[in-house]
């Protein structure tokens, strides 16, 4: 199960560099800044694996893992939000600064979370 749990480690780190890559890219392209299809694939790579990583590690004796479920609760309350963002606009041609900023400071908070929260 300790292959498992770090092969879906390995697809939450690139679903990650998906998503904030995707917004990276963009950040200079004032006025024609949209969601890509890295932007929401790497955010739906987030959720699935993040989720399955949880369970993973909850359910499974052999992994011992001690999670904080409090930040766990924020990393997919902020998830989830940066996923309706990023779903709900994948159709619109351009987004104003401010949506799009959102989008990205978001993730990179989740990011931020993920490290500094212990």
Aim: hydrophobic share 60%; charged share 15%.
């Amino acid at each position: 199960m300790e292959v498992v749990y770090e092969l879906l480690l390995v697809l939450h780190f690139l679903g990650m560099a998906s998503l904030v890559g995707g917004w990276l890219v963009q950040l200079r392209a004032r006025g024609e800044r949209y969601v890509n299809s890295a932007m929401v694939q790497g955010v739906l790579t987030q959720l699935v694996t993040g989720v399955l990583l949880v369970g993973l590690a909850e359910g499974v004796d052999s992994l011992d893992r001690d999670l904080d479920m409090a930040k766990m609760g924020v990393k997919l309350l902020v998830a989830l939000v940066v996923a309706v963002l990023c779903w709900a606009n994948r159709r619109r041609p351009t987004l104003p600064d401010g949506l799009y900023l959102l989008v990205g400071l978001l993730s990179i908070a989740n990011v931020v979370v993920a490290v500094f929260w212990t």
